[in-house]
C-alpha cells in the first residue's frame, strides 16, 4: 500500500512542480511553496492529501503577505505495523515540519467551518477516542510513512488553546494536533474546510 500511495504522491508531485516549486519529505508530505507579496513571515498550512484539490482551489489567486507553505498529509492513508488504519494525522510528520522549516505560524485545515482554537485533549484507545483523564491506554502504532520510513506514533494528544482572534468567523473547537505546534511555540489555529477561502482571507489579512 505505501508504494502505491508513493507513486500516487509522485505524480501530484510531477503535476504540481509545472506550476510551483513542491518537494516531497522523508514522511511523504507532499510541499508546496506559495509566495505572496512582500513583509510577512511563512504560513505553514497544513491540510490531508485526500482535500489537497479543494485546498489549492482556495489558495488559487489569494492575496495574503509573505509565504505559504502547504504541507499535504498521507499519514492518515498509512498503514501502520499492527493492521489499525489511522483514523487522523499523525503527530511525527507536522513536528518534523516545525523542526525543519520555523514557520512563523501554524494553520491545521480540519473538517467544519471558521477557526479552532483550543481542544481539550483526548486520546485514541481500543475502544475508541476518550478524554485525556479516562481509563483505558492509547494505542501506540508503528506507521509506515509512504518512503517507506517506520515511525512510532503515541495516539494522545494534549490540551491546547490559542487566544481569540478579532474576527467575525466562528472559533470553537480545533483538531487535535494543534498540541503539536503550541508544544513548539508556534502560534496555531484550526482552519475549518467549509469556507475555507473566505476563513484564510480572513485569517491572512491580519498579518
Known amino acids: 500500500m505505501a508504494s502505491a500511495l508513493l507513486e500516487r504522491l509522485s505524480l501530484d508531485l510531477e503535476v504540481l512542480s509545472e506550476h510551483l516549486r513542491a518537494g516531497l519529505d522523508e514522511f511523504g508530505t ?5 509566495e505572496g507579496g512582500r513583509g510577512g513571515g511563512t504560513t505553514l498550512l497544513h491540510a490531508p492529501y485526500t482535500e489537497a484539490l479543494p485546498v489549492l482551489q482556495a489558495l488559487n489567486g489569494l492575496a495574503f503577505r509573505g509565504r505559504i507553505l502547504l504541507a499535504l498529509d498521507p499519514s492518515p492513508l498509512s498503514p501502520t505495523l499492527e493492521g489499525l488504519p489511522l483514523t487522523g494525522p499523525a503527530r511525527s510528520p507536522l513536528e518534523h515540519l516545525l523542526r525543519a522549516h520555523r514557520p512563523s505560524r501554524l494553520l491545521l485545515a480540519f473538517p467544519g467551518e471558521g477557526l479552532g482554537v483550543r481542544f481539550p485533549g483526548g486520546k485514541e484507545t ?19 510513512a509512504p518512503t517507506g520510513l517506520t515511525y512510532r506514533e503515541v495516539r494522545a494528544y494534549e490540551a491546547w488553546e490559542s487566544p ?13 494536533l494543534g498540541a503539536v505546534g503550541r508544544a513548539l511555540g508556534v502560534p496555531t489555529y484550526g482552519v475549518g474546510l467549509v469556507n475555507l477561502r473566505a476563513s484564510l482571507e480572513a485569517l491572512l489579512g491580519l498579518w
Not at 30 to 34: D, H, K, T
Open 30 to 34: 507532499l510541499l508546496c511553496y506559495l
Open 164 to 176: 481569540l482572534l478579532p474576527l467575525s468567523l466562528p472559533q470553537g473547537e480545533g483538531p487535535y
Open 126 to 144: 481500543e475502544g475508541g477516542w476518550r478524554p485525556l483523564e479516562a481509563e483505558g491506554e492509547p494505542l501506540v502504532l508503528r506507521v509506515q
